[in-house]
């Protein structure tokens, strides 16, 4: 089992800056690939950028390309997304995702509301 555990939301105004954490637990050592997903007010999730957790490859949701940025820590049990000039339209909750070879992890989201 791989426990996620996100933090960092909250309110930001439209062209702050936020980050948000995700803190990985539990047999981590076959995760292979981390993600940020949101879901936003009557909207359905959808992908936000991914991070390969051993080679550090990383790819974004053309919305969001050249704003946000997703890394991992050292020791790669934590995974960060830095959201820089945020939208209105971004306000959602942000999930953690992680794969293994067998199974797909969410935890429990964090959410962001983006407003003046």
């Known amino acids: 089992q791989v426990q996620l555990v996100e933090s960092g939301g909250g309110l930001v105004q439209p062209g702050g800056s936020l980050r948000l954490s995700c803190a990985a637990s539990g047999f981590i050592s076959g995760v292979y690939v981390m993600s940020w997903y949101r879901q936003g007010p009557g909207k359905e999730r959808e992908f936000v950028a991914v991070i390969n957790r051993f080679s550090g490859t990383t790819n974004y949701a053309d919305s969001v390309k050249g704003r946000f940025t997703i890394s991992r820590d050292n020791g790669m049990n934590t995974m960060y997304l830095q959201m820089n000039n945020v939208k209105e339209e971004e306000t959602a909750v942000y999930y953690c995702?992680?794969?293994?070879?067998?199974?797909?992890?969410w935890g429990q989201g964090t959410q962001v509301t983006v407003s003046s």
């Open positions: 995702n992680a794969r293994d070879r067998s199974r797909t992890y």
